[in-house]
């Protein structure tokens, strides 16, 4: 093995390993922890649903904090669709998949996100924390253009521990 082959195994390896760090973040610190939105759709326990294509071209963060019993996100989003209400859920997990998360269910909490003009806006989102919650992550969508079944969709890149 060459020097060149060994130091790209150990870059492989460091990547590797920080990439798996960063599968689950703390929502404890004061700031919170800012987590991106990604045009995956998810179901309720957090895994990718395949063969479910993305329609929007937004681009959104959500910092997801805890304090006390309480969780909140703080959803900020941007070239979403102009003058459009979005439904934002701020999801507590672990979920089975079998399990539904839509607003009013258990660890479920939601808000409306209205864009002005521009495609720009934002909304926070908090809730009681549940005493089986372990993480939590946000699920953010869209109405469906006519005659589609779902809109623009966009979740939570990594999931955010609270307790």
């Known amino acids: 093995m060459n020097i060149s082959t060994r130091m790209t195994a150990a870059v492989a390896a460091a990547i590797g390993m920080t990439g798996m760090s ?5 929502a404890e610190a004061a700031n919170g922890v800012m ?5 995956f759709y998810r179901s309720c ?3 990718v649903l395949q063969f479910v294509a993305a329609t ?3 681009s ?3 910092t997801i904090h805890s ?4 969780v909140t996100a703080q959803v900020n989003f941007a070239i979403g669709t102009p003058n459009t209400a979005y439904q934002v859920r701020l999801i ?4 089975p998949g079998t399990q539904k998360c839509i607003a009013g269910d258990p660890g479920v909490a939601s808000a409306v996100l209205h864009t002005d003009r521009n495609g720009t ?3 926070t989102v908090t809730d009681t924390i549940e005493p089986w919650a372990k993480n939590a992550w946000v699920f953010m969508e869209g109405p469906p253009d006519p005659g589609q079944i779902r809109g623009e969709f966009y979740t939570s890149e990594i999931l955010t521990a609270i307790n």
């Open 121 to 123: 806006g934002s909304v």
């Open 45 to 47: 326990d957090f895994t």
């Open 92 to 95: 507590q997990g672990p979920r």
């Open 67 to 70: 304090s006390g019993n309480s």
């Open 35 to 39: 987590v991106p939105l990604t045009a």
């Open 22 to 26: 960063a599968a689950t973040a703390g």
């Open 60 to 62: 959104g963060q959500s």
């Open 56 to 58: 929007g071209f937004g």
